[in-house]
């Protein structure tokens, strides 16, 4: 065993330090090299890099393309060390114009589709920078930028780009790092150069820009795919003001006449990032499930334009109304994130707001000028140098030619005979003899004439902090005219539309209204029949199994459901099995508990009210509008004490309560003594000595109760009447058997 006291080069350390300094150490470069872009030029390390080897391969936008196979062995080879496949991805991003609003690619052949079809391989297809990426890169010769060592230290490759174009917000960014993740939607360029110039301005005189001030002229993202923005203005506002936040997009669509009252919707323009093969998909599988009942069919109609035809289900549907139900159900609307995780100047990745972003960049722009005027300035000093040395030997050429004929060391001999640099006294000693005529000499006059200009407006511009912003004002104003809103790559896609609001649609909307009869058998099998059957002899269940509940509603209806557990159940009338079978078991539909029968089965009535009682005796009045379920699990009403099952539930209609044990004792009181609640055990209606309650009733006491073919007045029902909770008397002779008043 080695000895690890005296064994070079091996450290004890605690595992769990290695391990938090290694995770450390993989985050930080996930996060500054690979998944946030930088707020400058708006890229991420892997399209900069091959931004930059287009530019070494000459692939500007006026030259012949090149095969993609070549763009990216070009740039795995010399500054990016991963997969071929990882940067061919990003390369095709870059030229699709459905996910690039600005495209930074000109690709030639099969770059991929909005139906989320593949690009065809790397050695099918060409590429080469489009005049947005040339933007990018200008000035990036003129040392406008810092450089750092390739991967293998044999070549450099810039930290970031010129960008004398918006990219970051114009163009959009989306990544996730370790623990932290970006997403910025695209906008309009003009838009963005109107903000930057109103910047400019404020930093020339000193106003204050606000928030508000920049979302007038950046109103919200304009996504490549076109589509309506409807997010409401003070969302927009504070998602620009924080960085944070999510942006609400639909399709556009229209109404195409069919004639004779028929028509048809287009949809032309899909929200962003979503595919429309999977759209149309999610549709038609909505369709089979019957979740749709407004739209009758969905068709692809696509060529180079989207076109969607959604087919309703009948000419009195509301194409609004349809097209809402779509919004809420499907992709045709979605929201787009809002999270502007960028790396700052100082490659410090942090959350930025809209004015700190646009700030960010117009710093950038303003070092980029700086640099680029003192890198020209340092050559027109070196000409100009080497110009004056010229102009001294046009002066004094019989000199010079007798000093380089005969000297043994004739530039030093130049340069102390003139007072030359030894710049100069180089330069001369290059000239050639056909150089030496007259008109070559007044050309180098008017050169010098020329550059002594430029030196001294360079100089007054790196002077002048006034002039500068001057100069970039108008190059944001160069930019607005090649990419603005007067262009055809820079016109205005996404519509700026309205916030809806929250409209509750009834359901008669989506479902065509019609009769139906409802049918639950004893063992708990549901059907439904068209219309209302009043002769059900003819009706047929499984054997073994008879009519439980027959109930008349219409397709529009939702079916109440209460069971011996104490809880409601929902069900849509439509959704219910049709045929002529025995239908579907209702446990199918709903979580009833197998130890649970269904006392009753209602109608549902928005305004209406239930009298719901216990077999000890106790219950209370609920609002119907208080029992509807959202879910499969029902919901509890009725809270039943230790052996207790729910019994009765009945529909209050009238003032008086008749209460009636399976003793078969009958009593009568007023509804008034009974509270209403939403949920409860309720008070005693009527007390019991080894029996139980049997069944309830409400009615108006003017009219009377009636059960089989007999009607009791209230003179009939006097001596019935009591107060809640008393025992009652025997029921009159020819009471129903089944102890039930139906």
Known sequence: MTNTSTAPNIQTIELKDALSERYLSYALSTITSRSLPDVRDGLKPVHRRLLFAMRQLRLDPDTAPKKSARVVGDVIGKFHPHGDQSVYDALVRLAQDFAQRYPLVDGQGNFGNVDGDSAAAMRYTEARLTEVARALLDGIDEDAVDFRKTYDEEGEEPVVLPAAFPNLLANGSQGIAVGMASSIPPHNAGELCDALSLLIEARQTGQDVTVDDLVRLVPGPDFPTGGELVESAEAIREAYATG???????ARWKKEDLGHGQYQIVVTEIPYQVQKSRLVEKIADLLNARKLPLLEDVRDESAEDIRLVLVPKSRNVDPEILMGHLFRQTDLESRIGLNMNVLDGQGVPRVMTLRETLDAFLDHRHKVLIRRSEFRLGKIRHRLEVLDGLLIAYLNLDEVIRIIRTAEEPKAELMARFSLTEVQAEAILNMRLRALHKLQEIEIRREHDGLTAERKDLEGLLASEKRRWKALSAEVAETRRKFGQDTALGRRRTVIGTAPTAVVVPIESFI????????????????????????????????????????????????????????FYTLSADKLPRGRGFGEPVRLMLDLANDASVVNLLRHRPDGRLLVASSDGRGFVVKEADIVAQTRAGKQVLNLAEGATATSCAVVNGDTVAALGTNRRLLCFPLSELPEMARGRGVTLQKFHGAALADVAVFPLDEGLSWGHRTFTRDDLAHFSGKRAQTGRMVPKGFPRANRFT
């Open 512 to 567: 065509e209204r019609e009769p139906l009869t409802v049918f639950l058998s004893e063992k708990g099998w549901i059907r439904a029949v068209k219309g209302h059957v009043t002769d059900t002899s003819d009706v047929k269940y499984k054997e073994g199994d008879q009519e439980g509940f027959v109930l008349h509603a219409e397709t529009v209806d939702k079916i109440l459901l209460f069971a011996s557990n104490g809880r």
């Open 244 to 250: 944070r936040g999510s942006f609400r997009v639909r």
